[in-house]
């Protein structure tokens, strides 16, 4: 049976492709740095201009399906996950990244109808990986395929999180006294190359057992959910049950057992929804 959704994955890797090659260019110019929700959470003229290039190629090609992109939602466009076709897009994942010349900045493209994510595309453009997977046909990188470490000893792992752009103090205690109880359990090391679709991406790898955050957004995982299932891995919220895309929290694991071995050790909040109006 030919697969609906080929074409679409097929320009998703192409618009990733220009998107990286916008990025790389961009690095060697003076970047003009903004400002969003706080002085910490930041934009450049880059994410609005990849994001831009990748909803009008598509509404040209696909002119019924829908969007929730990082920017466009920043300018004021509702984050509504419907069942029509939708492209959940990260123009420049890692921005604050990007700014400082930090090498892991990825563009995130995933797909979902009916409200199931069916592929995913990131692609780390600085390292010049492409990293894809649809639904029910696997995971790769560079055309190679993709699977997890079959790691269940938490004390043998390596542990992906982020401290993200929350500077409430309150929160940033929780976030503190998560990783000190995971560090002391104790694991191998923790990790973050501040880039929620790159961590993730290294867990469908092998070479990080597990990544989880709060505060993330949906257009940060969408892609990396399906990379990391199709690689074998798990995905959960911080508090154990199946993952939410709206929730604004996350936990990929390689499996179940060191997953709900995180989640012990997790001091869990809340965000504000995406989808909250
Ligand atoms: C951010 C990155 C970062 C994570 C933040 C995200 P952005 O995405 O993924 O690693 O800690 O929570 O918001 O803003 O660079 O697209």
Redesign the pocket.
Known sequence: MPDLWQDAMDHAVTLARKAGEIVRNALQNDLKIMCKSSSV?LVTKTDQNVEELIITSVKEKFPGHSFIG?ESVAAGEPCVLTENPTWIV?P?????NFVHGYPFVAISIGFAVNKMLEFGVVYSCIEDKMYTARKGKGAFCNGQPLQVSDQKEINQSIIAT????NRDPHAVDKIFSSMRKILCLPVHGIRGV????I?MCLVASGCVEAYY?I???CW?VAAAAVIVSEAGGVLMDVEGGPMDLMSRRVLAANNNIIGERIIKEIEAFSAVRDDEP
Not at 92 to 96: P, R, Y
Not at 194 to 197: M, N, R
């Open positions: 959470d990082e990260d420049v994942d890692g921005t604050t982020e401290f993200g752009s501040g880039s929620a679709a961590n955050e505060g993330i957004h940060d």
